[in-house]
């Protein structure tokens, strides 16, 4: 695995600043299907490496470090492997793993009235038909959703939250994406995905009908700790950026990093970064409560990326707000943290519960 992420991150490490440019991988896409990253979760019997969140972590660590878009992608794709190691029958996973081993998955439940109140959100449907469902509608800001060959899909079967069915879908007629052009983490594939009464077998519903939100929550949850990895990767390429600058820019008769209000500023964020590691990485060693925990380090990872993309900016002055700057994009890809896979207010909401339950 560390061969793997090693080639990669050299490979992006070049190619991050063109791939957030156009909004699109390019030719790394094929890379990451050729690569094996792809399997880092599918267990070994499908042809995987059998990874776990542990593992998922330095993938969206290491990634983040130097591609916002790229890391997202990972991340979202190990997201609907998970879907289906968490809630997949043994045919499914047989049919399903090694197609997202070569192929990118990704897992589709918001649309345009809303990502946040998904029970009443929902209003894509899947109707009843023979032994089949027949889903219309759809899907908005789905990260990979130009290039995903698997969609974990979220639809209505019926009403609230009770009324909504996970369905794994294989990309085929009637499923068209439109590309939508965001601030950060671009490059992900983020896609408008339009469903078109495309027939889905009864067998590729996730758990049962009506069993939708326990797939979607009990999905996102743990994968919130992989997706905090990639902001701690942010917030560490923001520091090494702030960290070289400064000790190369000259004012004052020294170097930026000379000045002690400089390096308190650093220090502080290099605090910050150390609790957010520990954090992450003692969560996804031994999760006790996912839902509490993935919003937690979600919460943090937001907070710490923000702060050290905001001071590198800071530390490279006018010439950090040029869109040709690194830090300039790693503040743009910061603050997707604080929104995709759950806002960071939602987020809080968890841990009022768990605090006051
Ligand atoms: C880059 C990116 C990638 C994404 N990828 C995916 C994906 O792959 N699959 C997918 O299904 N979705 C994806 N999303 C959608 C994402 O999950 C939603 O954007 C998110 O859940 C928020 O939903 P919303 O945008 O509809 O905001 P809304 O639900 O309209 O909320 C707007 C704001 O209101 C506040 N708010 C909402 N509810 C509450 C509350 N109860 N209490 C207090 N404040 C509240 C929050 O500040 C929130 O940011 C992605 C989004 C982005 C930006």
Redesign the pocket.
Known sequence: MQEVVEKLRAVLAEKAGEIDRNNDMGDVLDLIKSSGILGLMVPEEFGGMGKGYYEACVVGEELGKVSGGVA?SVV?HN?AVDALRLFGSEEQKSEFFPKLVRGIG?????EG??????AN?VSMKAEKQGDSYILNGS???????MYADVFVV?ARTGEGAKGLTAFVVERGDGITATKID?A??RG?G?ASVRFENVEVPESNVLVGEGKGMRV?LGTLAPNRIPFSAMGLGIAERCLNLAVERAKKRKAFGGTLADLQAVQFMLADVAVEIEALRRVIYSMAEKMEDPGYEGAVAKILAARVAKKAADVAVEIHGGFGLLSSSEVEMAYRDAK?L?????????M??LVARKIFS
């Not at 990704?106 to 918001?110: L, S």
């Not at 009235?113 to 998904?118: E, I, N, Y």
């Open positions: 997202h979202v997201m990704t897992i589709a439940i918001t009235k809303g990502g946040s109140d998904v959100a899907k908005t800001l789905i990260t990979n959703g979220v965001l950060g983490m992900s983020l979607a997707v604080d929104i995709a896979e759950g806002a960071t207010e939602v809080k909401l």
